[in-house]
């Protein structure tokens, strides 16, 4: 509970008055009624047994005082937790951080900032709402509080923190004498302490910050081909899990979560790692990790090319053989890559550079030239990685015999050896677990991987750390040396199934994910970035919602390099020649420090308890109070009686019954006769239509048939009973809610009940054009819990083409397009002599159409035509013959297949005769 | 000057015959008995034969009946004395009084009975008196003046049967609440029975005077507000007040008993028919 205070504190002086009102009230009884009775005459003489009962009732004296008392203090404008210390007079500046920092408690920073302006609006003081991160221009913007409190709402924070230096010449600019309320971030910015002094040296300063932790992403970096993410937190907070997703498209194109990793703050730790291990596949279609749950700028790191796919170059050499696929040293490679990987294949090494590959793939090259080596070095060393595989031809060439080939990991013997093969004694070789040092670490091997022949490593001090993986009897399969940013890997075997079985195995695939995959930091150099113009593609608001900014000024790559977030560079996603960059508001060694004020400044937490007026509610309570005591008055001299009471508990009552009420009447209103009902779609427009077309098609049955409606009825499927209805014209938008169980139960109920539903898409214009539509999506989305039998287009013999009239076509609004019903069982035949098929019993429980009838059929209260239908005299015709369809339709379902049947009579007729 | 004394007299005097129709209709509910006097004398009834004596005159004998004896026969008649029944009906203010919205007044109860009363006593051949000063007559005509006289109000706050001298051995009806003083009432009926008058008293009121069912602080007003007792909570009253009604109608009884009358109770809630009936009884059995 709060401090209580009060806007006028000397009309609490009328308290003293209430004992004296006690007294006033003991003296006085309450008035007698004058009542005419001729028994008076037998009272004469009767006195009183207890005198004391003439004062009032200590309770109603007690009532009375209260509500007195509530009155004389509602009137002096009690005030829960009264802000005695923003009361000044002075001009009040509110100051807002505004950073990504603040997004997380947004609203509740701005609420907070409402109640300042509303107690400035109390105190009639100009106030200033200053962003930081937006500085106006110009002197401070002191207006009455009403004028911010309007504008409260709009204020969005930035994905950025205010430069210091311009923070710093705005407060220059600051008026001498002005009280500030900053609402912080809770973060420690460089310009925080300048203008803390600045602040305090011209007034007041208060401080709001909200106790709700700050928690940052940095960017997601690769390990062991495991994405490793971190989040950052201020220090000193307990132990906290943190959820964090993967956010990006899926097959389908749907931006969705596709992954999800915990992390764990140990308490006092300012970071917490979480690893997730996704298939290339999926991790290529990441675009950005979030924090779950909170919406800030800092919570979201996005991706770039270091996480995408990785480019591959496969230097093909001269495809002239058309051999077998299978043989081709390049077909597991592509088989393996392709889903993972962007292949490009050449015979050029030239032009397999320029498309800036991860990785080159040399598959048994022996000699290169030597501008062609000096190319891929260069390519090597500024972090490529190049992936050679042995095979005859390098086994059989001459280089790295002596001396170590700078674009071979290790020397080799001439001739390598043969294990297992048909001219050798010994039996193919198996893998050896891999060391944990390994890139390879953790993959299991499968048994069946054999390697029958290799090239051999020359015995080097360096080779046992080169080896990455051994067979079983210690001779490396696969070594690695690193040279500049890059790796040169080798491995000592071929890349199809000649020499092994390693690339029939999936452990083929996940060696080359390891390797392809660890490749590449990737991040461009300082410089690199610099010399490029980045072109916006993707930003951040504060609240770290990604915007599609493709359309804005490309941005000089020196203010990228710099990192320097402003208004005018947004954490992003921006791309140049030389690739996507991802510029994320939080480094990987960013740290998070709490900002800390001077014990002179009083600092707000969230728990602040709120300023609340609490005058409305003790002048309500006070009047609440008379009112009883008017009760209680009346009752007391016996003026009350229990009709009285009972009609004012009846008039508190009455309102619950009304739905009730509606219920009935709607059922009354349904059962009394035939009435055609309609699904609200919530749309207006549409249920207006289907109103009218239905009361249209009503006027019509009573003109001409024998079927007579009453006006129809707009059905809501979620509250009201369906039963009544014989038919439901149900028109279907793009935005017709889905229904819920509790009405699919209903709706499947009705159609098994011999219900017939018309479901009208109205869209049999466009559709012709595209085959599907919103409106048709929706239908069968709607549709598909629904208890439908299959359908069919209305064939010719159905009997809603002879209900009525004769029709061929169904016409509505348009014509043209299938009209769908229950498709007649399969068994069903032409009998001799019959013009019609022996067709199933019953009425179809759905038609289903785009022809927007409702629109053809709907007329206004004088009975005139509401839509217009096609053009002059046809239009016209097209109209009758909707009604026709309209009165075949209602025909139908109110008398089954009556008509199917009546092609028989001659035949029964006959048979009577006989 | 006359013709509003008309005016009034004909605004008195419209309910009036609503009055007597319904007065007739529920004396027709009564199955009155025409009331032989057990013996021969004057009257229609046939009593009896009996032997003509020297005395009889030749014209007294019946000969229809002699002609079958051998004696004379004259034919006797039972006697038929007419009574004499005068009502006194109170109409004074206190009988204006209705404890509820669709109940009548009980002077509207008071005359009904009485004038039903009356036209029953009327079509028995009784003769039918109003005090003070309408003196009983028979026949019908009777009707007109007992109607208008009982129309008129009385602005006194209770009814205090006047002192009229009533014919020797009548009867006699007093129909009020018996709520005012006594005293005027047992005088009357003093001098009734000093004239050998037999009567029956019959006590009209209203169901909210026999519960009381008032609460709170309240003002009774005598209907003429001339009585007032203020008290602070009637509810406590009611008791008390229902013992002294007891007591009242106690001496009611008490004076009935000494002089030798009936007393019927009635309220205002209950049939009118039944309370005829009862009256009817009371004076018929008090023959």
């Given amino acids: ?914 | 000057m006359t013709a509003d004394l008309r005016q009034r007299a004909e605004g008195l005097a419209a309910p009036l015959p609503a009055l007597l129709a319904q007065a007739e209709h529920l004396a027709a509910s009564v199955l009155p008995g025409a009331h032989g006097r057990r013996r021969a004398g004057q009257g229609d009834e046939f009593w009896q034969y009996r032997p003509a004596t020297a005395s009889d005159g030749a014209a007294r004998i019946d000969w229809r009946r002699s002609g079958r004896a051998d004696v004379h026969f004259v034919r006797e008649t039972e006697w038929q004395a007419a009574q004499a029944v005068t009502l006194w009906v109170d109409r004074a203010q206190a009988m204006g009084f209705s404890g509820a919205k669709d109940r009548a007044p009980k002077a509207d109860r008071a005359r009904l009975l009485g004038l039903a009363l009356a036209v029953l006593l009327l079509k028995g051949g009784e003769r039918v008196g109003l005090m003070p000063d309408l003196p009983p007559r028979m026949g019908r005509a009777q009707l007109e003046p007992l109607t208008l006289t009982l129309g008129a109000d009385d602005m006194a706050d209770f009814g205090t049967p006047p002192a009229a001298l009533l014919p020797a051995r009548s009867q006699a009806v007093f129909l009020s609440d018996f709520l005012g003083p006594t005293e005027g009432l047992e005088r009357a009926v003093g001098q009734a029975v000093a004239r050998g008058v037999r009567g029956v008293l019959v006590q009209i009121l209203d169901p909210v005077e026999e519960e009381f069912p008032y609460q709170g602080r309240s003002i009774f007003e005598s209907m003429t507000g001339t009585l007032r007792h203020e008290t602070l909570r009637a509810n406590d009253l009611q008791t008390r007040y229902r013992d002294r009604l007891v007591a009242r109608k106690d001496a009611l009884a008490a004076l009935a008993r000494k002089s030798g009358w009936q007393v019927l109770s009635h309220h205002t809630d209950q049939s009118p028919a039944t309370a005829l009936m009862a009256l009817w009884q009371a004076l018929d059995g008090g023959r």
Avoid: C
């Fill in chain 1, 1 to 914: 509970m709060g401090n209580l205070g009060f806007a006028t504190p000397w009309l609490l002086a009328a308290l003293v008055a209430l004992p004296l009102l006690w007294w006033l009230l003991r003296a006085v009884p309450p008035a007698p009624v004058v009542r005419r009775f001729p028994g008076v005459a037998l009272l004469l003489g009767l006195t009183d047994e207890r005198t004391e009962t003439d004062k009032t009732p200590w309770w109603l004296l007690l009532l009375r005082a209260l509500a007195v008392a509530a009155l004389i203090v509602g009137f002096a404008g009690p005030t829960l937790n009264p802000q005695a210390a923003r009361m000044g007079d002075a001009p009040l500046l509110v100051v807002m951080d505004a950073s990504w920092a603040s997004a997380r408690d947004w609203s509740r920073r701005t609420e907070r900032v409402a109640e300042v302006l509303a107690e400035a609006a109390r105190a009639d003081r100009p106030v200033a709402v200053v962003v930081l991160s937006d500085l106006p221009e110009g002197p401070l913007p002191l207006r009455e509080a009403r004028f911010w409190a309007e504008r409260v709402g709009a204020l969005t924070p930035a994905p950025f923190v205010a430069k210091a230096d311009t923070v710093a010449e705005w407060a220059a600019t600051l008026p001498e004498t002005l009280d500030s309320y900053w609402v912080s971030d809770g973060l420690d910015h460089p310009y925080r302490g300048p203008l803390t002094d600045a602040l305090q040296a011209r007034g007041a300063l208060a401080v709001y910050e909200t106790s709700r932790p700050v928690l940052a992403l940095a960017p997601a970096s690769l390990r062991e081909g495991s994405l490793v993410l971190q989040a950052i937190r201020l220090p000193n907070q307990p132990t906290t899990d943190v959820t964090i997703t993967a956010h990006g498209r899926d097959p389908s194109g749907v931006e969705r979560a596709l992954a999800r990793a915990t992390a764990t703050f140990e308490a006092g730790e300012q970071t917490a790692e979480a690893e997730l291990v996704l298939q290339p596949e999926l991790r290529n279609r990441i675009t950005r990790f979030q924090i779950e749950g909170i919406r800030s700028a800092g919570a979201v790191a996005l991706t770039d090319d270091a996480l995408q796919r990785r480019k591959v170059a496969l230097l093909t050499g001269r495809e002239g053989d058309e051999g077998a696929d299978l043989l081709s040293p390049f077909f597991y490679l592509r088989q393996a890559l392709g889903p993972v990987a962007e292949l490009i294949e050449s015979p050029s090494i030239d032009d397999l550079l320029l498309t800036a590959p991860d990785v080159l793939i040399l598959v048994d090259v022996a000699a290169l030239g030597e501008v062609e080596t000096g190319q891929i070095l260069d390519f090597v060393r500024s972090g490529g990685l190049l992936l050679r595989f042995a095979g005859p031809r390098l086994a059989a060439s001459e280089i790295a015999r002596d001396a170590e080939d700078p674009l071979l990991p290790v020397r080799l013997r001439i001739g390598g050896r043969t294990v297992g093969g048909a001219m050798s004694w010994g039996a193919p070789r198996m893998l050896r677990d891999f060391a944990p040092e390994s890139p390879f670490a953790g993959l299991s091997i499968p048994s069946d991987v054999t390697i029958a022949a290799q090239v051999l490593a020359q015995p080097d001090p360096g080779l046992a750390e080169r080896t990455i993986a051994t067979l079983a009897d210690g001779t490396p399969l696969v070594t690695r040396r690193f040279d500049g940013d890059g790796q040169i890997v080798l491995v000592h075997t071929t890349a199809n199934a000649d020499w092994s079985t390693l690339p029939l195995s999936g452990l083929f695939v996940q060696m080359l994910e390891r390797l392809a995959v660890s490749t590449r930091g990737a991040a461009l150099e300082e410089s690199a970035i610099a010399q490029q113009v980045w072109q916006p593609q993707r930003a951040l608001d504060g609240f770290g919602k990604v915007q599609d900014v493709s359309n804005d000024a490309a941005i000089d790559g020196e203010t990228l390099a710099a990192r320097d977030f402003g208004p005018d560079l947004r954490p992003g996603v921006y791309s140049s020649a030389a690739g996507s960059l991802a510029l994320n508001l939080i480094g990987a060694d960013s740290v998070l420090s709490a900002a800390t004020w001077p014990a002179s400044v009083p600092v707000e937490r969230d728990t602040v308890a709120v300023t609340r007026d609490l005058r409305a509610p003790v002048l309500i309570l006070g009047l609440g109070l008379l009112l009883v005591d008017i009760l209680a008055a009346l009752w007391l001299s016996g003026r009350l009686r229990g009709g009285a009471v009972a009609a004012i508990l009846l008039a508190l009552s009455l309102p619950m019954d009304a739905h009730a009420q509606e219920d009935d009447r709607l059922a009354l209103q349904a059962t009394s006769a035939v009435v055609l009902g309609h699904i609200l779609t919530g749309d207006a427009r549409v249920d207006e239509i289907a109103q009218a077309g239905l009361r249209g098609l009503s006027r019509i049955l009573f003109a001409r048939t024998s079927v007579e409606p009453e006006p129809p009825i707009g059905v809501d499927i979620e509250r009201d009973e369906l039963t009544f209805f014989p038919f439901l014209y149900w028109p279907i938008t793009e935005n017709t809610p889905i229904p819920s169980d509790a009405a699919y139960a209903k709706l499947n109920r009705y159609l098994r009940g011999g219900g017939l539903i018309l479901f009208d898409t109205r869209d049999a214009e466009l559709a012709g054009l595209t085959r599907t539509t919103p409106e048709a999506r929706r239908l069968q989305t709607i549709a598909r819990p629904l208890d439908i039998p299959p359908l069919e287009p209305v064939p010719e013999d159905h009997v809603l083409t002879r209900t009525f009239y004769l029709l061929s076509e169904f016409p509505g609004r348009y014509r043209g397009r299938d009209v769908w019903v229950e498709a007649a069982p399969a068994d069903a035949e032409r009998a001799e002599g019959m013009p019609f098929r022996n067709l199933n019993d019953g009425v179809t429980p759905v038609i289903v159409g785009g022809h927007d009838w409702a629109s053809a059929w709907a007329v206004d209260e004088m009975g005139q035509p509401m839509v217009r239908i096609g053009m002059g005299l046809s239009g016209e015709e097209q109209r009758e013959m909707a009604y026709r369809f309209g009165v075949n339709l209602i025909t139908h379902v109110l008398t089954g297949n009556y008509k199917s049947d009546q092609v028989h009579v001659p035949a029964l007729l006959e048979r009577l005769g006989q």
